[in-house]
């Protein structure tokens, strides 16, 4: 597989021109055909089950120095046929194929002389491809403005997305018809700080459901986003075409690229099974093996935080004062007067440490510990945040003492208030701060716009920037959860102490006037492809009224469906979101929080639509449990679990944990029951879920 | 003198509105007034030795939050005299006497409310004044557009400029009229990868000679430029005013401030005898004292350097390989082929340290020791040079060891590439790799156009960055020599540790075309006054057609006034920049740099005006031993050397390297003669100095 790009294409140089390539998926379920039009401009078209899934689209990047866009000729290609698996750090999977059908097409023009490969890989369940830009004759330094890959898709698909945009993926999602799209993303008013791209512009990862009787579904997004902008996408909503829309930086350049030179992987998941969608491994698999050896020290976890206490009325702050509100701007930090409603104490912290500690969770996340939260969104300092000085009523030693005592870890926050460049100043000395007091994760963050003030959150600096600082973080053999961070691409692989991201609206917007309970039924099919998410499930108190604070904000949830998200939303970095003592309203419930694992060797997709449904089994990775979770919309609905995932002729007791008859998200969220029942292979059980609601079982082999 | 800044203006508060205000300096010399105009604007004006050299000029700043231009009262005025004095770490004096008058004008102004403080010293050489802006009632921060700060003059005077640039200030001195500027300036192209400010534009520091029979001599400069971008002037030739020109980010921003915030100092030293102006350190005191403890380990230095090698002709390279050559862009530096003419090997690099050894130089600087050289100014990479990565043939483990045994230091360079951003993210590791391998010194540099692409070398949030980087040294134990930095502004004696910067044409453009020898006589005038530079002098070999190698620049300069230049350009880490074989051909000259200290306990400067002379004697801060060095333009020029700084009744040998007859800069610049008399302090010797020429003293008591 190892082949100088260079090489390869002086060996094509003798060979003519040629006509059009194809290649199929192993099982020649998809096809895809290449070839150059009247102008050299190289397209592709795919193809499933013998069907136009995609017509003749362009391909091409257009750069200062250079275009890479047309007077192409195809002077060879390189096909080969891969099939091998690997096994992940931490997943859905412990055993994961990785089987593709390669096409290289090499393509030359003159005037001046370019060459460039597109290489293909093309699965049975979808394909990626990528532009490779081997070492010019000339010039090898691009300035690129514009990448021109087009996907044409052929007919008034339905569409899930969310609107593009340079510096924010948080919104809620839409499902409309191409044509329905303009009043969809009317809608949104502009996100407050972030430069919301303007025109018919979605993000990926998006999903397609094709129209028709039976429909295919598309997942369109990129993998291994390395040295790259992010992609947007242009949607020409009359002929239903989408076109890539790179993040430029604010002086309006999407990438600055030295040749020899590959683009991130364009994905498309594709299948007429909507479970094959949230099944595939496509993105993962386009990514690079994992570059850290020693990947020992990599512990998927359970965490709480003292964070919720922040979300749940107007009262408890990140921030050690209350000066701010008064005056706002603050630099004097040694004249802070405690406002006394800062959770971030080490008296709290402690009981949370207490409480994991009973429970087995294994860490505690802090957030506010230190000092800098009272003007942290000013924009206007050099630096903002201190990551090794912690606030006056945060003890940092003896927290550090006391969670070794009771044998829970802290995870640290490192918000930078989007200031990555002081944060890249501090870095080394932030991460040997967490290695010295016994951190072994951080989340961090970047609220705000970015500086360096050239840059968005998705433009090429920035995804430099987060890649460095994963990287960096396995130096020093921490484990990373990126906030406001570019949307994954499955870079999780090649690092896998990269365990999760935000890149979504996750459940803090419970608290700002709800997810809706479609929400979770999206994220899988759509953000979930590029690596796990940090959504925080376990909100048991979904009413925030009851904190009589002047909230009023209700989760779009049940108490149940809380449970299921632990199986629908699988992450080795998973929180248990809501307080110690709500927990200890509903002990039984959190019984599941405590039992369901964070890590699995197998899973298998009972049902799924998308915007509507999803139910899934899971098998643990160090016990023959499996577990099941199922949500639905906020429409009711019967879960059919077929337990044929199940080895054949062993016995399990099953825990269930379901929406009590009269749940409903809207009207009676915490109505909850557990039931125990016996199952085996043949089992197949109609399982009820609310609105809004959902289901989590955990299944046991009877010994 | 500590007085809060908010108690100072609450206090004032119940003060009505007050006439203008003034103050003199401490012997009467110099006296400014305060007051503001019509449309509450605050001006000021000054006076020296009772004639007025700035008429009513406007003081404001500009932002977009607020207004701090005019509606203003003047509600209440602190005054203090101040004499002190302070020892510095190193420098031209080892007692500098910091004694002033204070004149702190507290100005109001409503609709909406707004507090500003504009705080004068008015020194008997000269002023400075800075804008102080109180914490405020309602909003505190502010995205500064501009500084409205005039320097009104009152006729056609005599100015020393270079243009205003963004990026750079290596450029000639222009001497003309306000009236002449515009052609002046039309002469320079602008610089290719810098962004010239277009229009009269000119940077500080900068040199004003008043017309008439008595000239005035005014340096108009910045002290203490923290959090602030550095200024350039607009010029109006008709009015001969100034105005502040703050340098913008590429965003057209000139500073994102917080308050309470204090700007840098606007400086004005004023004298009608121009040596003042050499002597004064007036820079140095508006700078806070230092803010290391512990100064025992900075060490002033000589240098040498594997590095003018790479000058002398086209063969020599940074870079280890000469692929780039074929073909611009590399990245494999696995795959490099040596081209055998990469000076930073460690062969050579011992023939430099033993050299060195041999003739008492404390360190040799190597250049071109780390990967990343073959397309270091692409602007198209994330990582361009790694600061712990040795190119092949350069052993840093033998080095070391090798340096230690000789009694030498390594000097390390970081060439940046202007890549600022990954600078920062490699800051704590590259001085660790320094200490590790025992260097204590860095010569920094930011060569092209700047990363993050938002700044400029000069914006403030480059000035930011090069702060930190000498912040963090110190932090190591590391002594900083910046190229390619904001201009110095006294910021040396907070950070001692901060020996010097270039931050002007410096000497290694003899080899571009050469320095005219008034460029040294001007430097001392102006770039000099807020810092050190590494001017690099110490040439030998002025025709560098002698290397045979196409190269025909020949250097603005004898050999004697190389010698010269280490006393009228005073540097704490002073080079000798020229090729050990070239020294081993003049060896009784090479003595002079071998006995030249780096540290003086005081200074005196005997003749000087700009652009056309220097003469200088300075005393060894560790020995008894005086010495002078005296330069001239290109003219031959008959220096006066009044040796009545002498201590009464001692006689003392002078060693005097000196012009022959014959010598010429330009026909014949290598003609030197050493000889030796007796003087005393009676003693006053006519010393003749070829065109170009110079003179260098050393004066040693005789036992």
Redesign the interface.
């Known amino acids: 597989m190892k082949k100088s790009l260079l090489s390869v294409v002086m060996l094509m140089e003798a060979i003519s021109a040629m006509a059009s390539v194809g290649i199929t998926s192993p099982s020649g379920l998809l096809r895809i055909d290449v070839d150059v039009d009247s102008a050299g401009t190289p397209v592709y078209s795919l193809d499933y089950k013998g069907k136009q899934i995609i017509s003749p689209s362009k391909l091409g990047l257009n750069a200062d120095e250079t275009k890479f866009t047309d007077g192409f000729t195809i002077i060879g290609t390189d096909t080969c046929t891969v099939d091998r698996s690997w096994q992940p750090v931490w997943g859905e999977y412990s055993n994961i194929r990785d089987h593709f059908r390669e096409l290289a097409v090499h393509l030359k023009a003159n005037n001046p002389e370019r060459v460039m490969t597109v290489r293909f890989r093309v699965f049975d369940d979808g394909l990626g491809f990528r532009y490779e830009l081997p070492?010019q004759?000339k010039?090898?330094?691009?300035?690129l403005r514009d990448e021109v890959t087009e996907f044409n898709f052929t007919d008034n698909h339905t569409l899930f997305y969310i609107p593009g945009d340079y510096d924010t993926d948080e919104y809620l999602w839409s499902e409309t018809t191409f044509k329905e799209m303009p009043e969809a993303l009317g809608n949104y008013r502009r996100h407050s700080e972030a430069q919301r791209a303007q025109g018919n512009i979605i993000q990926t990862p998006m999903l397609i459901k094709t129209a028709g009787d039976t429909p295919v579904y598309v997942n369109l997004h990129e993998a291994a986003l390395v040295?790259y902008p992010a992609m947007l996408l242009d949607v020409d909503i009359d002929n239903y075409d989408f076109k890539s829309h790179l993040v430029p930086?604010?002086?309006g350049?999407s990438a600055?690229?030295?040749?020899?030179f590959a683009t991130p992987w364009r994905t498309l998941i594709v299948s007429d099974d909507a479970r094959d969608i949230l099944a595939s491994q496509l993105i993962y698999n386009l990514n690079e093996p994992s570059k850290i050896a020693d990947t020992s020290w990599i512990k998927p976890m359970k965490f709480m935080g003292v964070w919720w206490e922040m979300f749940t009325g107007n009262v408890k702050t990140w921030a050690y004062s209350d000066d701010y509100l008064a005056?706002?701007?603050i630099?004097d930090y040694s004249q802070l007067k405690s406002n006394g409603h800062h959770p971030a104490n080490t008296e709290n912290v402690k009981k949370y440490i207490d409480f994991a500690s009973e429970h087995g969770i294994d860490a505690v996340l802090v957030e506010g510990w230190n000092e800098g939260w009272e003007?942290w969104a000013?924009?206007?300092?050099?630096r903002q945040f201190l990551f090794d000085k912690a606030y006056p009523d945060f003890d940092v030693d003896e927290l550090r003492e006391y969670g070794k005592k009771k044998g829970v870890k802290l995870v640290m926050h490192h918000e930078t208030a989007a200031n990555a460049?002081?944060y890249?100043?501090q870095?080394?000395?932030a991460f040997q701060f967490m290695k010295d007091n016994n951190y072994d994760a951080v989340k961090t963050g970047y609220v705000g716009a970015i500086?360096?003030?050239?840059?968005h959150h998705t433009s090429?600096?920035m995804v430099?920037h987060v890649l460095?600082v994963a990287k960096?973080a396995a130096d020093y053999q921490i484990m990373v959860d990126s906030h406001e961070a570019p949307r994954p691409t499955g870079l999780c692989r090649t690092y896998p102490n990269w365990l999760a991201q935000e890149s979504a609206r996750g459940g803090e917007f419970e608290s700002f006037g709800g997810n809706p309970p479609s929400h979770t039924t999206m994220l899988p099919f759509t953000r979930l492809k590029g690596g796990p998410m940090d959504y925080t499930p376990g909100l048991f108190q979904t009413d925030l009224s009851y904190y009589g604070e002047g909230k009023t904000s209700k989760a779009g949830t049940t108490l149940a469906r809380q449970l299921a998200l632990y199986l629908t939303m699988p992450s080795p970095m998973q929180m248990a979101c809501d307080l110690p003592e709500n927990y200890e309203r509903f002990p039984d419930a959190f019984k599941f929080i405590e039992d369901v694992p964070v890590d699995w060797s197998d899973s298998k997709y009972l049902e799924a639509e998308p915007n509507r449904y999803i139910t899934v089994a899971r098998k643990d990775k160090y016990s023959d449990d499996w577990y099941v979770g199922a949500i639905t919309d906020d429409n009711a609905r019967t879960a059919m679990v077929d337990f044929s995932f199940l080895p054949v002729g062993v016995k399990y007791d099953v825990t269930i944990y379901e929406d009590a008859p009269d749940a409903d998200f809207r009207t009676n969220p915490q109505a909850y029951r557990i039931r125990t029942q016996k199952v085996t292979s043949k089992t197949k059980l109609k399982q009820p879920l609310a609105p809004g609601g959902g289901v989590a079982m955990r299944i046991t082999p009877i010994k």
């Open positions: 070492e004759e010039n090898n330094y691009l300035t040295g930086d604010r002086l350049v600055y690229l030295q040749m020899p005056k706002p701007g630099t003007d000013s924009y206007r300092k050099n460049a002081d890249a100043l870095l080394d000395r500086i360096p003030r050239s840059e090429q600096w430099d460095d960096r």
